[in-house]
């Protein structure tokens, strides 16, 4: 604990008190401890999709479709976006939108895929993409699997002083749905814009508000 230096007052002698920020702790090197925590969260994911989900039937021809990685890239675009937003809410810089423009690509791509596709689509077909069943269980896998990096990445916010408190709960929620949604798709069998680009959206976002609802709470 480092004091200040003792000073006279009149002749009393006075101690200031102990430099309050000493005991706070500081965020160092916030990129690499958050990307850290996402290569942890992810392998973390895996390994629950291995021993709890199980992969997706047709995982050995899986990578042979397209599809395949653009869901994978779809997922990813939208975790750098919360992880870039982050880090900057940690060191209150100045913003750097890149990541948040290639999210929003991706989300525009997936936006004119999904009502591409959806003229097309048989109305059954359609339907299933819509069933409470699938899409409760997207929520719910997604949401599971960013546990471990959401609480990881709570973490590193609970170390410094933010101005915005939700903001960057909610950035920490979209960085850890993103990577626990990437993962996801090696169980998820779905390959359709719509499904894809709605029901995981949906997923990710939820972590989000997770994520801002946990984080207000721990700056009461």
């Known amino acids: 604990m480092a004091f200040d230096d003792a000073t006279y007052d009149d002749g009393v002698l006075a101690v200031r008190r102990p430099d309050a920020s000493a005991w706070r702790p500081k965020a160092t090197r916030p990129a690499w401890r958050l990307a850290e925590i996402g290569v942890a969260g992810g392998l973390t994911a895996l390994l629950l999709v291995f021993f709890w989900l199980d992969l997706r039937p047709d995982i050995k021809v899986a990578h042979q479709q397209p599809f395949f990685w653009l869901k994978m890239a779809y997922t990813a675009a939208l975790a750098a976006a919360g992880f870039d937003g982050l880090v900057r809410l ?23 895929g999904g009502a591409t596709e959806a003229t097309q689509l048989e109305p059954a077909r359609l339907a299933r993409l819509f069933s409470p069943a699938s899409v409760g269980a997207c929520f719910f896998n997604i949401i599971a699997l960013a546990l471990p990096t959401l609480l990881l990445s709570l973490t590193v916010l609970r170390g410094v002083e933010s101005e915005r408190p939700i903001l960057a709960g909610f950035a920490a929620g979209v960085f850890a749905g993103g990577v626990a949604a990437s993962v996801y798709g090696l169980h998820c069998p779905h390959s359709t814009f719509v499904f894809v680009g709605l029901w995981y959206l949906g997923g990710v976002l939820l972590c989000g508000l997770a994520g801002a609802a946990l984080n207000r709470l721990a700056a009461l």
């Open 90 to 112: 940690i060191r209150r810089g100045p913003p750097a939108p890149t990541a948040i423009v290639v999210a929003v690509i991706a989300l525009l791509i997936f936006a004119v």
